[in-house]
C-alpha cells in the first residue's frame, strides 16, 4: 500500500507547473488571490462554485510565504488537488473489511494509476476535492454501520465507552465530509442522492435509522451545515453567503440542462463513456481505460451472484453498484458535461474493479491459469500508468488527450515571457499599460498570467481614449482596431504599431485549439526591444 501511495504520489506531484493554465484554473487562481489579500471570499450563486477549494490553498500559500496574489505560483495552487488525489488513493485501505485486502489494494492500484484521476489531481479545480470527500462520507457512513445491528440500533456488545466513542468520531467524519461537500461543489448533491438510495436498497438497517429524526440524524445534519456554512460565510464575514449557497441550486437546475453560458458544454449522453473508454487518437488507436471497466463489470456481476462474498463485504458491493449505475446514469443523461465531472462515477468503478479482479482470481482454478492472467492484469495496469504518464506530462494539452478540454496552448507562456521582455524596454515596466481585447470576455487564464502587470484593461471590445504601447486581440477585433488606431485617433497622436510575430514554428499565435490571437506593438518599443535583443 505504501508502494502505491508513494507511485501515485509522483505520479500527481512531479513537475506540477509543466501545463499552461487552464481557463478555469485561472479563474479560481484569481479568486484566491482576493481571499489571500483581502481575508474573504464571496461565495457567487451563479459561477465559480464553494469557496472550499480556496480556503484549503490558504494554508499552503501561507506556508511558502505568499501574501499576494503575484506571489503564488501554479505549484502552490496545484498541490491541493494533488494531496486530495493521493488521499483519494489511501481512503480503499479503510474499507478492508467491507472490500477484502486485496480489492482495497487493487482499488488503490487502479486509482493511483487511472489516466484521468492523475490528470485532474494536477488540475486546480473542485472536482477532485468534491471526490475525496464524497468517498470519505462513503467511508465513514460504512465504518458507523459497524457498530449498529440489523434494526438500526447499537448492537449492546458495542456499548463499551470506548467503542461508543469511535461510533461518534466516525458520526462526526461523516458530517464533516457532507459538510464539505457541499462547500466545495454544487454538483455533491447527486453523489449524495445516490448514496441515499444505495444505503436504502443495500443496509436496511442503517437506513431505518437515518429515516427518522433520531439524535444520530440530527448529529450529522448540524455538523455538515455548520461547516458548510462557516465556509460560505467566510466565517462570519459573509452572512448572506450561507443563503446563497442553497438559493443557488434555482440557478443551477437550468445550467445543468444546458441554458445560457453552459451551452458550449452541451454533450450528447454517451460523452464521458467515449472519453473513459473509447477515445479515437488515430485510426486503429485508442485511449481507454477499459481495464477499470471492464472489471468494474466483473465487480458487479460478482456482487449481484454471491460469488465468494460475505454478507458484509456482498451488501457493500451492491451499494457501490447502486451507487456508481445511478451517478453515471444522471451525469450522462443532464446535457451540460465536462470530463472533469466523470471522476465521481469513475471513483466507484475503482472500488468495484478491486471487486472484480478478486473475483476473477478467485474463479480461476489453479496456478495454470492464474500465473497468465496476472501477468495480462499487471501488463494492462502498465499501460494504464504510461497512458497517465503520457496525459499529464506529454499531451497535457493536445486535443487527442480525451482530457484536455478547450485547454490553453503553449503559446500563452511564450507570449507572457516575450511580454515581460517588451515591457523592461518600456519606462513603466510592469506598471506599462496594456490593452487586451476580447469579445465576451473571452481572455482567461491572461488575468491570472499578466498579475503582476498593475496596467492592465480588460476589454469586451475598443475602447476610446488613447490606445496602449501594447495590444492583445483576437482576428475578429482587427477591422475595428484598425479604425481605433488610424482613424478615431486625433492627427498627430497616431502610432504605428506592428505585430508580435508568433515564433518561427508556428503559423499563428494559438490561444486555445482552433483560436488565434494578435499581439500588436507600438513601433519605437518594438524598435527598442529588437536593438536590444540584437546587442
Known sequence: MLAVLAGGAVLRLADLPNRPMHCDEAVHGIKF??????????????????????????????????????????????????????????????LRRELGTGPALGAALLTALSPAMVFFSRYYIQEMLLVAFSLLAVVAMWRWSRFLDAGGNIEPQEAGRARALRAIAWLIVLGAAIGMMHATKETCVLALAAMAAAGAVTLPGLWSHWKRPTVSVLFVVAVAAALSAAFFSSFGRNPGGVADSYTTYLHYLGRAAGEGSAGPHVHSWEYYLQNLFFWPVDKGRYWSEGLIGALAVAGAAAALIDHGLDDRRRRFARFLVVYTVLLTAVYSALPYKTPWCSLGFLSGMVLLAGIGAAALWRALPGLAFKVPAGVVLAALAAHLGWQAYQASFIYYEHPRNPYVYSHTTD??????????????????????????????????????????????????????????????????????????????????????????PPPESRDAWMFRPNVPFRVYVRLRLWESYGAARER
Request: proline share 11%.
Open 411 to 500: 503559446d500563452v507562456p511564450l507570449l507572457v515571457g516575450q511580454i515581460r521582455e517588451v515591457a523592461a524596454h518600456h519606462p513603466d515596466g510592469t506598471a506599462m499599460h496594456v490593452q487586451a481585447i476580447f469579445p465576451d470576455h473571452d481572455y482567461w487564464p491572461l488575468p491570472w498570467c499578466l498579475r503582476d502587470f498593475s496596467s492592465v484593461a480588460w476589454l469586451d471590445a475598443v475602447p476610446d481614449g488613447a490606445p496602449a504601447p501594447l495590444i492583445i486581440t483576437q482576428p475578429e477585433i482587427e477591422d475595428d482596431l484598425l479604425r481605433y488606431l488610424y482613424v478615431e485617433q486625433p492627427a498627430g497622436q497616431r502610432r504605428l504599431y506592428v505585430p508580435l
Open 33 to 94: 488571490g482576493h481571499l489571500l489579500e483581502d481575508g474573504a471570499y464571496v461565495y457567487d450563486p451563479h459561477e465559480y462554485h464553494g469557496p472550499g477549494l480556496n480556503y484549503l490553498t490558504l494554508p499552503v500559500a501561507r506556508a511558502a510565504g505568499a501574501r499576494r496574489v503575484t506571489e503564488v505560483t501554479e505549484t502552490q495552487l496545484r498541490l491541493v488537488p494533488a494531496v486530495f488525489g493521493i488521499l483519494l488513493i489511501a481512503l480503499p485501505w479503510l
